[in-house]
Each structure stands twice: as structure tokens, then as C-alpha cells.
């Protein structure tokens, strides 16, 4: 089956818009999504009301679980927090419903999916060969994808060698068919690679398969939606350089 893999919208409807339409054009039979459908962005319902409509799984983020009380906000950079507390005032009753019943790790087709990592599936960040070697020891299915860092990135662990890892740009396609893998899409919502677009994944569980994609969105149209709301300034700006 192809999969579209999302992770991160973090209520950016102009990119999760974008990024559906180009999912649309590919076949993929499913879309399933790794967290963090909001925080930061200026429409949460929206981007809630998208995931349901379209994801076959979704799993809860960071910032879904302080929006719906499960964690704290304390472990949040102020603006975060900031934009937080504002999804908590505007995110209607019946999304805030639907993101406690998610779960931050789960398991299709034989493939592990992690909000975060296997290790934490809420907070850590691998960005590292060496946390990716840790995850790798302790996860239980041989691929694993990852959200959270907002980097489209691969590791791979081969059969009795070290793992390495590489960023990863539009168009570049993967055979994971031997060795050990852990792979983050990028962010839908809120790139920190470095290009201000979309990024997301197509994986294809039958071949083995993974293929990174980006999707251009109207970034000041997001800016400015965010701008009206008077949501951190900091959050507006990174927008336009993917960071
Ligand atoms: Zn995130």
C-alpha cells in the first residue's frame, strides 16, 4: 500500500491544504499523521477537522497533549507555550475530545510510528546518530518513522555496522528493504530544515520503499492569518525561512 506520511501541521491549514491536493495526485490509499496537528499555527479546528476527514491513523504530539492538559506547558519555549494557551481558548470541545483519544506511538502494516522517538515517544529529539543507535536497540519493528524534530531526515543501522544518518531533500527515495531504519517526513506546518516548504513522505509498505516530498503553501497568507491573531512574532517570522 502507498502511505502519505504528514507529521507536525501545527494548525498550518495553507500547507496541510497543499499538502493534501499534491497527496491527491500521487494514489497513496492512506494518509497517516505522526502528531502535533496544532500548536503555533492560527487554525487548529481547521487542521483538526482535515486530519479526521483524511487520516486513516494519527497520533498525538507534544503539543496536542498541552493543549488537551495531559502534560504541562512548563517544558515549553515561551512562545510556544504563548501560542499553546491560545489554541486551548479557540480549539473546539469536540477536537480537544478527539486529540485525547490519541496516542503518541503506534504500529501499522509492521511499521513502528513514534511521535517523537521510541525511546520517548513525546519529547526526544533524534537528531543524531548516536540517539538514533539507542532507538534502534529499543525499538521492536525494523522500521520506525519519527516526527517531532521537524527535519526530514533517515538513519539506517545495516546488519552488524554503525548507523549513519542524512538529511533529506525533495525527491530523494530510499529501498529499506534490509537493515534498520529511522525516518522523519519534515514538517507539514513548520519546517526547520531550512526550506520554507512542506515536507512530507511517501512510503510504500509493499516495495519498502520511502520517498520525501515538498509542497510550496502561501506563506504570507499563513503569516498574516497569524499576524491578525497576534500570535508570537518569532513563530510568524521563522515561517519564511523553513527554520
Ligand atoms: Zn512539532
Known sequence: MLVAIVSDIHGNRHAFEAVLADVASTGAGELWCLGDVVGYGADPNDCCALARENAAVCLAGNHDLAVTGTIPLDEFSHGAALAARWTQEVLADDHVEWLRSLSPQGDEEGVGLYHASPRDPVWEYVLSTLLAELCLDVAEERVCLVGHSHVALSFVRPEGEAATGDTRRAGDALDMSDGEWLINPGSVGQ???????????????????ATWRRTAFDIAAVQAAMTRLALPERLVARLAYGL
Open 191 to 209: 519546517p526547520r530544515d531550512g526550506i520554507p516548504t512542506a515536507g512530507w513522505m511517501l512510503l510504500d509498505t509493499d516495495a519498502g520503499t
